[in-house]
Every structure is written in structure tokens, then in C-alpha cells.
């Protein structure tokens, strides 16, 4: 089992490492990099109202896997993407790179960037982890969260308890791999050859490398957050396996559903969504079904 495997299984497949099935079309967003306090971060915004909607990315991703989410959202209110931290044209940031230090660098970078609260935040994959952080930190400037086949805080001890991982290994190699001690130890050393064996983009590896390092303690920190009864929140989960058939894919994939309903029903006003032909690209895989999510939430809003 490879070390993308690994990914895949405890916080979703680094979204550079997928393909993109739609050609790109129309007018970019105009991004501005805004120091934040020591380091730069770049965001982008389209569009005008509000609420503003906040789009953020996966683990090795970009603002571009939200591009079709966006365009077709800024007829409808603002809506920005932004590069955390050590990705694109962002700088790279001190550690640790924990969901709940990622959502305070975004409270920063928007109200430097003067975008008003209260926020719709949109987080694929690894990017659920950081909203959900930025919903129990900001609770009052939070109109809803949409959650796209983001990880359960679980994930990990699940998988590693489970009967099948202890079958196929034995000896513990693959949590062994995930230690965030030697994880860490990776930021200091040429990135290039692990960019490639993932497949993605080498300009974010600082930001994918740190945030790995820092998964279980942002796991920990979910496990602790606490959120404000009334935010509307929407999981959307895929529909296509991710791995080919056979029992660890059955199991996993039961695993990452059950997971994700868990989530929705942790929040009172709640709705759950399959994305049946998406695999874990859903924003670039079925965007429109993204899209009717958060205007639906707009909607409920101000009707």
C-alpha cells in the first residue's frame, strides 16, 4: 500500500492528484495577496451580496479545483477562494499547520481583505476540517457550512482499528508512516521527488506537507470544537468508489459513509447529499450539484 493510499483513505485524495475532466473556460478571478501578520496570502473574489461565500480547497489542492463552484455562484453573491498557506502564490507559514490556526489565518485575511461577516464557508476535503474549525472559532460570523467529502475526525483511528488494516498489516508500518513527527521531518528535504510520486502540484507541498503533519492534531481539535445550534449545515458525500472493487473498498467506503452521515447529523438544521457520479473531485466532477447546495442555503437565508 503506497503512501498516496494512505491519503486516501484517512483525509482524501490530494486533489492535484486527480485529473480534470472539464476544459477550462471564461474569465479568471483577479487574486491580491494581503499580509496577514508575517506572511502574504493570496484570495480571489467574483461576483457581489452577500452573505460571502468562502470556498476552500483540499489537502495539495488550489483555488482553481473550486473555478466552475465560482463562476456560476457570482451571479448570485461574492464569492472568494483563497490559497492557504504555503500553497500557490500564498507564502509558507509556521507551524503547526492545524485546522484551528488555518481558520484563524483566515479570520485575518478577510477582514484585511474587508469582506463583511457573516461568512457561508464551503470546505472540500481537508478544507471541511478547516471551516468546521472556523464555525466553533467564530461562531457569530458564521451563516452556514457546506462540507464536500470532508474527512471525519475519526478517520484515522477507525481505519487503523479496523479488522481488515490489522490483516493487511500486521505490523503497523502504515501508521507508522503517519507519525506527524516524521512527517514534519520531510519539509526540510527536496520536495520535487514527492510531488511527483503524488502526483501534484510542487508549489504546494510546503502547504500539503505541513498540514499532513499536523492531521491528528487537527483531528483532536474537531473532537474538542463546539458550534452554535443554529448553523444550517450541508455534507455532500460521493457516490463512486474510490478504490477498484473488493473488501477493503467495500470497507472503506462503508466506513467514509457512515463517517459522513455522523457528521451531518451532529448539527440540528442539516441536510445530507450523495454526489452519485462524483468521486472525491466534487467540485470539478459535479459542480452545479455544489452550486444548488450553497444557493440553497442563500436562499433559506433571505428568502
Same mark, same amino acid.
Given at each position: #500500500?503506497?503512501? +498516496?493510499?494512505?491519503?486516501?483513505?484517512?483525509?482524501?485524495?490530494?486533489?492535484?492528484?486527480?485529473?480534470?475532466? %472539464? #476544459?477550462?473556460?471564461?474569465? /479568471?478571478?483577479?487574486?491580491?495577496?494581503?499580509?496577514?501578520?508575517?506572511?502574504?496570502?493570496?484570495?480571489? !473574489?467574483? *461576483?457581489?451580496? =452577500?452573505?460571502?461565500?468562502?470556498?476552500?480547497?483540499?489537502?495539495?489542492?488550489?483555488?482553481?479545483?473550486?473555478? +466552475?463552484?465560482?463562476?456560476?455562484?457570482?451571479?448570485?453573491?461574492? &464569492? !472568494?477562494?483563497? /490559497? @492557504?498557506?504555503? +500553497? *500557490?502564490?500564498?507564502?509558507?507559514?509556521?507551524?503547526?499547520?492545524?485546522?484551528?490556526? %488555518?481558520?484563524? /489565518?483566515?479570520?485575518?485575511?478577510?477582514?484585511?481583505?474587508?469582506?463583511?461577516?457573516? +461568512?457561508?464557508?464551503?470546505?472540500?476535503?481537508?478544507?471541511?476540517?478547516? &471551516?468546521?474549525?472556523?464555525?466553533?472559532?467564530?461562531?457569530?460570523?458564521?451563516?452556514?457550512?457546506?462540507?464536500?467529502?470532508?474527512?471525519? $475526525? $475519526?478517520?484515522?483511528?477507525?481505519?487503523?482499528?479496523? $479488522? %481488515?488494516?490489522?490483516?493487511?498489516?500486521?505490523?503497523?508500518?502504515?501508521?507508522?508512516?503517519?507519525?506527524?513527527?516524521?512527517?514534519?521531518?520531510?519539509?526540510?528535504?527536496?520536495?520535487?521527488?514527492?510531488?511527483?510520486?503524488? *502526483?501534484?502540484?510542487?508549489?504546494?507541498?510546503?502547504?500539503?506537507?505541513?498540514?499532513?503533519?499536523?492531521?491528528?492534531?487537527?483531528?483532536? $481539535?474537531? =473532537?474538542?470544537?463546539?458550534?452554535?445550534?443554529?448553523?444550517?449545515? &450541508?455534507?455532500?458525500?460521493?457516490?463512486?468508489?474510490?478504490?477498484?472493487? *473488493?473488501?477493503?473498498?467495500?470497507?472503506?467506503?462503508?466506513?467514509?459513509?457512515?463517517?459522513?452521515?455522523?457528521?451531518?447529523?451532529?448539527?440540528?438544521?442539516?441536510?445530507? %447529499? &450523495?454526489?452519485? @457520479?462524483?468521486?472525491?473531485?466534487?467540485?470539478?466532477?459535479?459542480?452545479?450539484?455544489?452550486?444548488?447546495?450553497? /444557493? =440553497?442555503?442563500?436562499?433559506? =437565508?433571505?428568502?
Amino acid at each position: #500500500m503506497s503512501v +498516496y493510499l494512505l491519503l486516501l483513505v484517512l483525509a482524501g485524495p490530494p486533489a492535484g492528484a486527480a485529473s480534470d475532466p %472539464i #476544459m477550462a473556460h471564461g474569465s /479568471e478571478p483577479e487574486g491580491r495577496r494581503i499580509d496577514i501578520g508575517g506572511h502574504s496570502l493570496d484570495i480571489a !473574489c467574483l *461576483g457581489q451580496g =452577500r452573505p460571502v461565500v468562502i470556498l476552500d480547497h483540499g489537502l495539495g489542492g488550489s483555488s482553481r479545483d473550486w473555478r +466552475y463552484v465560482q463562476r456560476a455562484l457570482a451571479s448570485t453573491t461574492r &464569492v !472568494c477562494t483563497y /490559497e @492557504r498557506a504555503g +500553497y *500557490g502564490r500564498s507564502d509558507p507559514a509556521p507551524g503547526p499547520r492545524t485546522s484551528m490556526r %488555518i481558520a484563524s /489565518e483566515l479570520r485575518t485575511l478577510v477582514f484585511r481583505a474587508k469582506l463583511p461577516p457573516p +461568512y457561508l464557508l464551503a470546505g472540500h476535503s481537508f478544507g471541511g476540517f478547516n &471551516v468546521r474549525a472556523f464555525a466553533s472559532l467564530f461562531p457569530d460570523e458564521t451563516a452556514g457550512i457546506v462540507l464536500v467529502d470532508s474527512p471525519h $475526525e $475519526e478517520q484515522a483511528d477507525r481505519f487503523f482499528q479496523s $479488522e %481488515i488494516t490489522r490483516r493487511i498489516d500486521p505490523h503497523g508500518s502504515l501508521q507508522a508512516l503517519w507519525d506527524s513527527a516524521l512527517l514534519g521531518s520531510l519539509s526540510g528535504i527536496d520536495l520535487q521527488p514527492f510531488a511527483r510520486l503524488l *502526483g501534484n502540484r510542487s508549489n504546494s507541498m510546503q502547504g500539503l506537507l505541513g498540514e499532513i503533519a499536523g492531521f491528528v492534531e487537527s483531528s483532536r $481539535e474537531l =473532537r474538542a470544537a463546539r458550534y452554535r445550534e443554529e448553523i444550517p449545515v &450541508v455534507v455532500i458525500a460521493h457516490g463512486r468508489h474510490l478504490l477498484p472493487g *473488493g473488501a477493503l473498498s467495500e470497507q472503506l467506503e462503508d466506513q467514509w459513509l457512515s463517517l459522513q452521515q455522523d457528521l451531518a447529523s451532529r448539527f440540528k438544521h442539516h441536510r445530507f %447529499i &450523495v454526489a452519485e @457520479r462524483s468521486g472525491h473531485n466534487i467540485p470539478l466532477e459535479q459542480p452545479d450539484l455544489v452550486v444548488g447546495a450553497i /444557493e =440553497r442555503l442563500i436562499r433559506e =437565508r433571505h428568502p
